[in-house]
């Protein structure tokens, strides 16, 4: 089946690197996503990595991927009070690309 | 701004009524997707458009829900006889390569 599961809330201080985790179950996803959502507003599309690499780095973002272990993490580096969100991991499914979610990360950064 | 626009934003409609959302997607986009997002989760997908054609349904989607996309442009979403259970945030997802973009929701309210 399709599951993609996060831990809920993660809290770091201003300057400091977040790592959010996700793991996934569908061995078929092609893409892996992250996307980020900020209080009433819509899902800004971050990055995204395809499943056979293993890493993709963007300025500060850096997503990190385990095929093997189904494990996805996203990295960023000096961490602002602007970053702080909901963040959302997503993994694209076969032909039609519809995404399927975790349930967000909500990151806290205290100054 | 990601180029995809929704209306209305916001629609409180009583129990019962029939209610009619718009998706604007990116226009050189060939695919569309509509997810619900309810409190604290992450989007949920509904349907799925190449141009014109609907390709795809999820379970979630009841006899109540229909959705067109006439000309390959832009859709729509329809609920009718709406129930407490429909309130969410609709959101539309316009689709080019790989990647998705989401426009602003349109957050339902049913009384």
């Known amino acids: 089946g399709e599951d993609v599961e996060q831990s809920l809330f993660l809290s770091v201080r201003e300057g400091d690197s977040s790592v959010i985790n996700c793991t996934y179950t569908d061995s078929s996803s092609t893409y892996l996503y992250w996307y980020k959502q900020e209080p009433g507003a819509g899902l800004q599309l971050l990055t995204y990595?395809?499943?056979?690499?293993d890493m993709k780095q963007d300025q500060r973002l850096t997503v990190l991927l385990n095929k093997k272990d189904k494990h996805l993490s996203l990295r960023i580096a000096d961490t602002q009070t602007g970053d702080s969100a909901i963040y959302f991991c997503a993994e694209s499914i076969e032909w039609s690309g519809k995404l399927i979610f975790g349930q967000g990360t909500t990151l806290q950064v205290k100054p | 701004d990601t180029g995809v626009s929704q209306d209305p934003r916001h629609k409180i409609t009583k129990r019962g009524q029939n209610v009619t959302f718009r998706c604007d997607p990116i226009?050189?986009?060939?695919?569309l997707y509509w997810y619900r997002q309810t409190l604290g989760q992450g989007p949920e997908f509904l349907t799925y458009f190449q141009n014109e054609a609907q390709l795809e349904k999820s379970r979630l989607l009841s006899d109540r829900f229909s959705a067109e996309r006439p000309k390959g442009s832009f859709s729509t979403l329809e609920i009718q006889r709406t129930e407490q259970g429909d309130s969410a945030m609709y959101l539309c997802?316009?689709?080019?390569?790989?990647?998705?973009?989401f426009g602003p929701g349109t957050r339902l309210t049913v009384t």
């Open positions: 226009s050189e986009h060939n695919r």
């Open positions: 997802a316009s689709g080019g390569g790989n990647e998705q973009y």
């Open positions: 990595i395809f499943s056979n690499m």
